[in-house]
């Protein structure tokens, strides 16, 4: 965590109304770290707040990899370039996914040089089209699947990072919300959707979709540092180890279970720590600050339909855990700017929308062109001996 989270005023939040999401970050990045580095590249994209019903939906899926999680890679791949100028030593950059992580630093990194990009991803466990934009790289980027779940490939990341013998050799960094620079490229975006909203007199309740809870923690930050949020929303699928957290006060990891929100299937969150952190660990006040829901598989389908007949738009079932998030909870409240997060393109996870909506839909020309691309990738089992082998082999 950053030692101290700087507070931004009122009169610069009010200025990004009329600012874009680069340029809110440009402003943010000072403040955090004190850099002024540009970023018009990595985000040449945006994060429209698209109005539905008496609510709104963030669309953080216009990036190259179509999912929320460009935002943190391509600010990390712009921070450690910034940083590796100074250093001729090859950097692997070593990263467990369960769906799209992997292919956004893939896509932030591809063809840096001095730079190696390893990524792990449970076998099976991701969509065909996830799979399809993890393998079909080539030059730096090496996908490797590994028989087990997420867990299992975040807990061998893990002791890659502890294991001295390979610190030694090779220069290994992470790109895992466990690295904190990705988490602060994802607190612009809470920003810049509150920029969006034309009336800022109702208090604000955000509903994200969770996981590994690295989106959650990034707003979360993003409120300690003035963003007049009143309520966040950790929506969940079955994988609910953080609503019976919040509920009794005990959290007990579990083996992660397989849904149709496969990029939220985490057992034992990595950035819960930091929310305690951010609240000394007074569940109390984490309580006022967060409601947390979990939702079934049927339930998921059930809203995609609802969404799609009452609006004709279509959601990808992490957009729909968190628009049921953000229904549950408004469902004793009026008068609220209600923003649930849609964090992946519908298209990502074509056959699970179209079974469910019964509606064909269209291919963005960044998906399509992975294709037709050729596809290589690694196998491994989860044992950390397999791990240390390949990379010593590889860049030992
Ligand atoms: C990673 C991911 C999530 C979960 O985000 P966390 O920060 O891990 O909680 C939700 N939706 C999509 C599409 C994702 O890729």
Redesign the pocket.
Known sequence: MPKSIPLISPETIKRFNHMSLAQIAVILTHSLLGNDILLSTAFNFDAPLKPMGDNYVLE??HGPTL???DFGARFMAQLMIHYQKKSSQKMIILVA?????GS?VAAAFHKLPNIEVVILYPKGRVSPLQEVQLTGWGDNITAVSVTGSFDDCQKLVKQAFSDLSISSKIKLASAN?INIARLLG?VFYYFRAYAQLPNKKLPVVIS???????????GLIAKRMGLPVSHFI?ATNANRVVPDYLQTGKFIARSSIATL?N??D?GN?S?LARIQELYHGDLNQMCQDISSFSFSDRQTRAAMRKVYKQSGYFL????A??YLGLKTYLSHQSKINGVF?A??HPA?FKDIVEQTIHHPIKMPSQLGKFLHQPHQSLSMQPKYSQLKQLLVEKFG
Not at 97 to 101: E, L, V
Not at 208 to 218: E, K, R, W
Not at 316 to 319: E, F, M, R, S, T
């Open positions: 953080l899926f999912a929320f999680k996914t369960s769906g799209d992580t956004a919300s994802q994200v979709p969770s996981g590994n809870f690295g989106n959650l923690t990034a950790a929100s990029s939220m985490v969150p950035n990808d079932p992490h957009g855990v968190a997060l964090t992946a990502k």
